[in-house]
């Protein structure tokens, strides 16, 4: 459903740095992940993908880890750059029945990079 | 490559007025086909999916419709617009019920 609350967490770094976003789910069938990165006045961009079998998975400058035992997602991002500011989102979908793996999102994180 | 499209950007319609809203997708065929709505500041809320022409489930009872005339053609309806129906609308397209969404560039609605 919709998320509540007009604060989204923030996370503000230095370019450079690396970043953590952190995302915790509810449902412990769920069983594919997604990291999406919006900017203002724009639709999401996919990111990075994880599926329940995996714990890591590598991208360009990402990272997505999965800790299904504590039901935490997190999406790290090497030397943060100004262009990586952002909200992003986490996705959680359930794959098989009649559901149609629809997407649930979090509430969202902003990022943002100081030169 | 697949591409997706969404029209108007921005939409500004009076309280009682009806809505059409398009989306288009293009590359790939029998897609699944989402609109979601951003309250702003807040998370996506799922309004309606297609997984084919003139198959649409409903997720939260609301003032909007939708239909799928053609494969690639997702249509967002309002025969009279409310206040609370302003937001960001997006529509979105995946290649199977367990694959990732990739979303249009999105419609501000504002009704006054």
């Known amino acids: 459903g919709e998320s509540v609350g007009l604060h989204l967490p923030t996370l503000s770094v230095q370019e450079g740095d690396n970043s953590i976003i952190n995302c915790a789910y509810s449902?412990?069938?769920?069983?594919?992940f997604i990291w999406y990165k919006q900017e203002s006045g724009k639709g999401p961009q996919f990111i990075i993908d994880?599926?329940?079998?995996?714990d890591k998975r590598q991208g360009q400058r990402v990272t997505v880890l999965l800790n299904k035992t504590v039901k935490h997602l997190s999406l790290q991002i090497a030397a943060t750059q100004p262009g990586d500011s952002a909200v992003y989102f986490c996705?959680?979908?359930?794959?098989?029945?009649?559901?149609?793996?629809?997407?649930?999102f979090g509430q969202g994180t902003i990022l943002t990079v100081h030169p | 490559s697949q591409t997706i499209h969404q029209w108007p950007a921005t939409l500004v319609q009076p309280v009682g007025s009806p809505l059409s809203l398009e989306c288009t997708v293009e590359g790939t065929s029998n897609p699944n086909l989402y609109w979601y709505r951003q309250a702003a500041g807040r998370g996506l809320q799922l309004l309606f999916y297609s997984v084919g022409i003139g198959q649409i489930s409903s997720e939260v009872p609301q003032n909007l419709s939708a239909s799928r005339p053609q494969d690639r053609q997702f249509i967002l309806s309002s025969k009279k617009l409310l206040l609370s129906d302003s937001g960001f609308y997006l529509c979105?397209?995946?290649?199977?019920?367990?694959?990732?969404?990739?979303f249009g560039s999105g419609t501000q609605l504002s009704v006054l």
């Open positions: 994880i599926r329940s079998n995996m």
């Open positions: 449902n412990s069938a769920s069983d594919y």
């Open positions: 979105a397209w995946s290649a199977g019920h367990n694959e990732k969404l990739f």
């Open positions: 996705a959680e979908n359930i794959s098989g029945g009649t559901s149609y793996g629809k997407l649930t």
